[in-house]
């Protein structure tokens, strides 16, 4: 089986939300403990968390410093968070990466690991939602210099992904909902 890598973006500010998504807390866990939870027993290593704002507070919530990579223009968009993300990615022995977001609680390790079971260098993959593409999202080693060349604004890869013959779409909605928190009132109850 192929090395599958865990790409965690926690970098943002969540304006809308009242402040770093990443430090929020549901269920008695913040959701980048809870998002890297997920990625560990979906199997992926290495795992690297992508921060931004607050980057001290989530720093310290990690399990070790290694898994650190801090997006110095996180301000920019989730862009540059995916281009830090893979660049910290080129030295792994990685064949693929499951970028995941930190602000979606409905996804667990059994979406994770559907999406990335076929992972390889030149896997172009996403969840989908009874039919529409969410996260996560596996990307191909093969693919990374193209998606790090092209990640700008708040896109990140959506541009690069669009139109794509080789996008295979994996349907997870029997596992989760793969809707994000952009509000407090947007939290499971």
């Given at each position: 089986?192929?090395?599958?890598?865990?790409?965690?973006l926690?970098?943002?500010?969540?304006r809308?939300?009242?402040?770093?998504?990443?430090?929020?807390?549901?269920?008695?866990?913040?959701?980048?403990?809870?998002?890297?939870?997920?990625?560990?027993?979906?199997?992926?290593?290495?795992?690297?968390?992508?921060?931004?704002?607050?980057?001290?507070?989530v720093?310290?919530?990690?399990?070790?410093?290694?898994?650190?990579?801090?997006?110095?223009?996180?301000?920019?968009?989730?862009?540059?968070?995916?281009?830090?993300?893979?660049?910290?990615?080129?030295?792994?022995?990685?064949?693929?990466?499951?970028?995941h977001?930190?602000?979606?609680?409905?996804?667990?390790?059994?979406?994770?690991?559907?999406?990335?079971?076929?992972?390889?260098?030149?896997?172009?993959?996403?969840?989908?939602?009874?039919?529409?593409?969410?996260?996560?999202?596996?990307?191909?080693?093969?693919?990374?210099?193209?998606?790090?060349?092209g990640?700008?604004?708040?896109?990140?890869?959506?541009?690069?992904?669009?139109?794509?013959?080789?996008?295979r779409?994996?349907?997870?909605?029997?596992?989760?909902?793969?809707?994000?928190?952009?509000?407090?009132?947007?939290?499971?109850?």
């Open positions: 089986m192929a090395e599958v890598a865990g790409l965690l926690a970098a943002g500010a969540g809308r939300f009242g402040g770093p998504k990443a430090l929020a807390v549901l269920d008695g866990e913040p959701f980048v403990v809870r998002s890297l939870r997920v990625l560990t027993d979906a199997g992926c290593a290495p795992i690297r968390v992508v921060l931004g704002a607050a980057a001290a507070e720093r310290a919530l990690l399990p070790g410093p290694e898994a650190a990579v801090v997006a110095e223009d996180w301000e920019s968009g989730m862009g540059a968070s995916l281009r830090a993300g893979l660049r910290s990615l080129t030295g792994t022995d990685a064949e693929a990466a499951v970028v977001l930190v602000d979606l609680p409905g996804v667990g390790a059994e979406v994770v690991r559907r999406v990335a079971a076929r992972a390889g260098e030149v896997t172009v993959a996403r969840a989908a939602y009874e039919g529409v593409p969410g996260h996560p999202v596996v990307l191909g080693r093969r693919w990374w210099p193209e998606i790090v060349a990640a700008s604004g708040d896109k990140g890869a959506r541009d690069w992904l669009k139109g794509r013959q080789d996008l779409l994996v349907e997870c909605g029997d596992l989760g909902t793969g809707h994000d928190v952009d509000r407090r009132e947007d939290l499971p109850g």
